[in-house]
């Protein structure tokens, strides 16, 4: 087993609960802005200080004691990301609650099935369909004891029964938990099977934030005299949105919320709120470069945009070279091209990102090489990380002035990665886990010594870094024997700005296949840059010359592969892949097992004589 470890930073651990950091900023700098949130009605964003933010905090976690919530109890949030989330998790965690966050496009028999196992006694919802499908199921839940709905101001309700309680009864509340205590219990997106409630303590989410801090805390700051902000659009039913969460509350920066990862809400939310730093998934990358090739193309600049393209690639590579001592870095004439498409394109995308963003930390899945170089070439410092609901998020990352596209970088402080000998990555530190609920020995298959197996494929370079390869359970095994892990090749697939998704199919199968979708906006400026009309979505299926255009995206994929690993013929399908159909996990991972269900027929014609 090959091994890499990253010394932990210098400081005493974490101790109490996640709570206190809020009280003690407040305390120190109260009239810190700590959030922001929209104003009644919209179209206006409102400041909310350190104190302002205790105040409602100790306000309603007075009236949650008075609901009847009391140490140890556990209530489940099904919303998008919103303020009031983070202002339920702060409440709870002041009283020794435990938070369990629920996806808001979850099915009655998810959101049963959750409350159930963690036996809820109360479930906090964003509006009426939410309150519907708890409603539906809560005669099977005997401690279910209250439905809360954001959307009906139950949050003043709440804190107008806490009136009459004294400050101090909250207090011995929070000041009773330790750092070893649950502070959430977090389902697992269940790409497979049902999915597993993770334990994670007060300690490995502090620890989580608190290496971030430390290992990062620089880039943070690098903000050219504004406060640290940034906006939170992850989903916070994810571990990752609830670590940054942590972090930024913890660190003392401004947070504001957005519920959807939408071109049409991020961007305008990014001009107003103009956040110094991101958190975000690939897929977000990918929809904002695309939509930017796309104005440049309409606006005639198709040309231009590919030239600044390759140019913030080629700069990037040369200053990765130069930063680990394997080449001068950028030439003198490439040196000159950058800063002429600097003023030409890429303060565009700054703009776009409203202006200010300088860092951005990437993680969910891999980002592909070539679209991080273009990120850093155009003025982002980009680090990509990898981690999982079991190790409270991130467990790598890549480090300042260190980061090499294409990893997700190397263990955060405190942590090691190792690598089995069947490829497995394990990993060790204070971010792990403490188990999962009422499932001992899927804990015990997952935990050894304080490893935890993540079921991923991967290796390390000479430089400790870490690239993941692919799942265990997703290696594709064809009648000839041949081994395929079809992350890569998928990626290489949807890189070309037509594709949406590609799931490689080919289990003891003669040869690879491949599931193509198509990108709509993407389609319908193709079909408008060729001159032709606009195709329903069957007419596609059948356009020969559209066929022909993702035949090339498919073998230029092939390129990378042996001939036996290439994808040998695919199925254009109507729509793409979405979490409605149940296709995907809710933090957009292909669920390979239902689309193999969902379009057996489709596979079965990839393969008739």
Excluded at 25 to 39: D, I
Excluded at 44 to 57: G, K, M, N, Q, S
């Amino acid at each position: 087993m090959r091994e890499f470890t990253t010394p932990a930073l210098a400081g005493p651990p974490a101790t109490g609960g996640l709570a206190d950091s809020l009280y003690d900023t407040a305390e120190r700098t109260p009239e810190l802005v700590q959030l922001a949130r929209p104003a009644p009605g919209g179209g206006a964003w409102l400041e909310v200080t350190a104190r302002a933010f205790r105040d409602e905090v100790l306000a309603l976690a007075k009236g949650l004691l008075t609901r009847g919530v009391r140490y140890g109890d556990r209530v489940a949030l099904m919303s998008r990301t919103r303020y009031e989330w983070t202002l339920f998790d702060y409440a709870l965690w002041s009283i020794g609650a435990i938070p369990v966050p629920i996806y808001p496009t979850s099915s009655a028999e998810q959101v049963r099935w959750i409350l159930a196992e963690t036996q809820a006694v109360a479930c906090v919802v964003e509006e009426e369909d939410h309150a519907m499908t708890v409603g539906a199921v809560c005669d099977a839940l005997p401690d279910l004891t209250g439905i809360w709905q954001l959307d009906r101001d139950c949050i003043t309700a709440i804190m107008e029964d806490g009136s009459g309680v004294p400050d101090s009864l909250v207090h011995r509340q929070r000041l009773g938990v330790a750092a070893g205590n649950i502070a959430t219990v977090v389902y697992t997106s269940g790409t497979t099977g049902r999915p597993k409630g993770c334990l994670i303590t007060h300690a490995n989410l502090a620890a989580e934030a608190d290496s971030l801090l430390g290992g990062w805390g620089a880039v943070f700051h690098d903000t050219g005299g504004h406060q640290p902000s940034t906006l939170l659009f992850l989903p916070l039913a994810h571990v990752y949105g609830r670590a940054v969460q942590v972090a930024a509350i913890r660190g003392g920066f401004r947070i504001a919320h957005i519920p959807e990862v939408s071109t049409e809400t991020l961007l305008p939310a990014l001009a107003v709120l103009r956040p110094t730093f991101l958190h975000a998934v690939p897929y977000v990358f990918d929809k904002i470069f695309q939509a930017a090739r796309r104005g440049a193309e309409e606006a005639g600049r198709g040309e231009l945009f590919e030239q600044a393209r390759q140019v913030a690639v080629d700069w990037a590579a040369a200053r990765e070279r130069r930063a680990f001592g394997r080449g001068p870095g950028p030439s003198a004439k490439l040196r000159l091209q950058h800063a002429a498409y600097d003023r030409a394109a890429y303060q565009r995308l700054r703009a776009a990102l409203g202006g200010r963003v300088r860092a951005i930390m990437c993680g969910g899945s891999t980002l592909g090489r070539e679209l991080g170089l273009f990120f850093t070439g155009a003025g982002f410092q980009l680090y990509a990380g990898y981690g999982l609901t079991e190790t409270s998020a991130a467990i790598t990352a890549n480090p300042p002035g260190r980061q090499k596209m294409g990893t997700v970088g190397r263990p955060l402080p405190g942590a090691t990665v190792a690598i089995a000998d069947d490829g497995e990555v394990w990993v060790r530190g204070d971010t792990v886990f403490s188990g999962y609920l009422n499932h001992p020995q899927c804990t015990a298959e997952s935990l050894y010594d304080g490893w935890f197996g993540t079921g991923d494929l991967g290796s390390l370079d000479e430089d400790g870094y870490l690239t993941i390869t692919g799942r265990k359970k997703d290696l594709i095994v064809t009648s000839s024997g041949k081994n395929l892990a079809p992350a890569a090749l998928e990626e290489r697939v949807q890189a070309h700005p037509l594709i949406s998704q590609c799931m490689v199919v080919g289990d003891d199968r003669p040869y690879v296949a491949a599931l193509i979708t198509l990108d709509q906006a993407a389609l319908a400026h193709w079909l408008k840059s060729h001159g032709r009309e606009q195709l329903d979505e069957w007419a596609v299926l059948a356009d020969e010359e559209l066929h022909t255009e993702v035949q090339r995206a498919v073998a230029a994929a092939n390129t990378a592969v042996s001939r036996a690993e290439s994808i040998r013929a695919f199925r254009l399908l109507p729509r793409e892949f979405s979490l409605e159909q149940g296709l995907l996990s809710p933090s957009l991972k292909l669920r390979r097992t239902a689309i193999t269900e969902r379009y057996q027929q489709d596979i079965e014609e990839l393969y008739a004589p």
